[in-house]
């Protein structure tokens, strides 16, 4: 059995100079978004300077941050950006006085479930609702 990596792990979103986002993973915050900034980071942010820190999170060990920065890479931006403003609490809450919906947490992912009138059902994933 393979050690697990303890410390401090991050994943992270910045906003580029063009508005675009990146998500990444780090063990150093401080010193990525200084690399990003110097043209030294990914590839995608480059020619895309200067980038600034929107959202964050800290994880004890690496296992987590890594699969969160996989899960935020697969979202669409209007996904990233309810993550990023954390508004997905009042945006399930006004869900629920309109449509009657309530969320529900099954295999690592929130649905919101609506009422038999509404049938359709939205996906977030863990970490999504604040």
Not at 3 to 28: A, L, N, Q, S, W
Not at 48 to 61: D, M, N, Q, S
Request: net charge positive; proline share 4%; glycine share 8%.
């Amino acid at each position: 059995m393979k050690p697990k990596r303890k410390g401090r792990h991050f994943t992270y979103i910045v906003e580029c100079g063009d508005g675009t986002y990146y998500t990444g993973y780090t063990p150093d915050l401080k010193k990525r978004l200084l690399l990003h900034n110097k043209g030294k980071g990914a590839k995608y942010t480059r020619d895309r300077r200067p980038v600034k820190l929107v959202w964050c999170r800290e994880y004890k060990y690496f296992k987590p941050a890594f699969l969160e920065e996989k899960r935020i890479k697969k979202l669409k931006r209007p996904q990233k950006e309810i993550l990023v403003r954390g508004k997905t609490s009042k945006c399930l809450d006004a869900c629920s006085r309109t449509f009657g919906c309530h969320a529900e947490f099954r295999r690592g992912k929130y649905r919101v479930v609506f009422n038999a009138k509404f049938s359709r059902r939205f996906e977030f994933g863990v970490g999504l609702l604040v």
